[in-house]
């Protein structure tokens, strides 16, 4: 070999490192006894001697194979990871799901498996998102290192999409390294740039094309309502073409039961990139909402910087940076009725602070109205009926419009 080659393949072994050749499949594990996901050697390795193909063909949101870790202190010189992906075919993804010492402390990626030749994956450490609002960023200097973890696990983890499908898919893995020199591939918008909502009422005004897209959980979604074509986004589609008479306003819901922000975040290039919005809205909170009173205070906090980074991030995707509704988290059913008001009232917050959004207080709505009449429009403990998403896209017109909304 060349001296010149020899420095290439120097410098290149020092830009990565090996954590784990997949050569002896033996190092993987799995806890589920009910057959979820299998795996086993693939005969035609990327690199080396071996692979690890793993299947999962049972609709479920959690299978994964996992295997301990042995981090070093020379861990936290590098930005990422880098591995081998040999997908199904699918419009599927897989996920990757790291920990630092409890199942809490967490991160997760996903990566598309529409190709079905091996191919190289490369996840910077800020691609990996926290698993819950409160663990801070990877490698950020309030955050944990990477020679905290401890867990990497491959398959599914949360692996469910807005049409509400458990995906079965299946993937190989080889050759997963340490890398340098990566940038993560999250781009954000910050908040203060996004445009205001006027700027949209006047193209719909002018009947020009509009798109919005909803982003959300469960309510968002319509469960209990029958679904998204009786959700508060299809309703306000329906009020704003006839109000504007405009047929071209679209609505692309893309909210998911279940949903939390870190959630939403996680399948973000799958559910929002390539969406090109003209105008957002979004709500959670009752899928991570405080459980003790004592808990309020930092977990609103919490709750709304990582709703903030959503959107910014949503933002970051598209081409343009869209305006912004924020819905104030609803109220609860029975003994939910005041457990998110704290949620309501930081996202009002972030309405005052940021006058460039717009806040559509469906919470002081719904609290105005009392819990009797309350509790009429709801289906269960957490999701309105069809008259509850009648009213939400009620308030959600007239933040935007200015204007009454229809009866």
């Known amino acids: 070999m060349s001296l010149f080659l020899c420095l290439v393949a120097a410098v290149a072994s020092a830009q990565t490192k090996v954590i784990d050749s997949m050569d002896d499949i033996a190092l993987w594990k799995t806890n589920h006894t009910d057959n979820r996901i299998t795996f086993s050697a693939d005969a035609q390795p990327k690199e080396g001697q071996g692979a690890v193909h793993l299947d999962s063909q049972v609709a479920t949101t959690f299978a994964i194979i996992y295997r301990r870790l042995k981090p070093g202190p020379d861990w936290n010189g590098y930005d990422g990871f880098v591995f081998w992906v040999k997908g199904d075919g699918s419009k599927h993804f897989g996920d990757i799901r790291i920990q630092a010492g409890s199942w809490n402390r967490a991160w997760l990626g996903n990566f598309p498996l529409k ?191 990582n709703l903030v980074t959503y959107a910014e991030e949503a933002a970051g995707v598209m081409k343009t940076a869209p305006a912004c509704v924020l819905l104030a988290t609803i109220p609860g059913n029975g003994k939910h009725w005041e457990s998110l008001d704290c949620y309501a009232e930081g996202v009002r917050e972030l309405g005052r602070r940021h006058k460039n959004l717009t806040v559509a207080d469906v919470n002081a709505h719904f609290k105005k109205m009392g819990f009797e009449k309350f509790k009429t429009l709801m289906a269960d403990g957490a999701h309105p009926n069809r008259n509850g998403q009648r009213e939400m896209a009620k308030v959600v017109f007239e933040a935007i419009t200015g204007e009454k909304p229809p009866e």
């Open 115 to 305: 190709d079905t030749h091996w191919h190289e994956v490369k996840l910077a450490w800020r691609d990996l998102v926290p698993a819950g609002a409160g663990t801070p960023e990877l490698g950020t200097a309030d955050g944990f290192r990477p020679t905290d973890l401890d867990f990497i696990a491959f398959g599914k983890s949360w692996n469910f999409n807005t049409r509400h499908q458990r995906p079965k898919l299946a993937f190989s893995i080889d050759e997963l390294r340490l890398v340098k020199g990566i940038q993560p591939n999250r781009p954000r918008r910050k908040i203060e740039t996004f445009p205001a909502v006027s700027t949209v009422v006047a193209k719909m005004k002018a009947r020009e094309p509009v798109t919005v897209l909803a982003l959300g959980d469960s309510i968002t979604w319509g469960t209990s309502a029958g679904g998204n074509r009786n959700a508060y986004p299809a309703l306000l589609g329906e009020m704003l073409r006839k109000h504007y008479r405009n047929d071209k306003i679209e609505i692309v819901s893309r909210a998911i039961g279940g949903s939390t922000t870190a959630k939403g975040r996680q399948w973000l290039n799958r559910d929002v990139r390539g969406v090109e919005a003209d105008l957002i809205t979004i709500m959670f909170g009752f899928n991570e909402m405080a459980q003790k009173p004592e808990e309020r205070e930092t977990k609103t906090k919490a709750f709304t910087a």
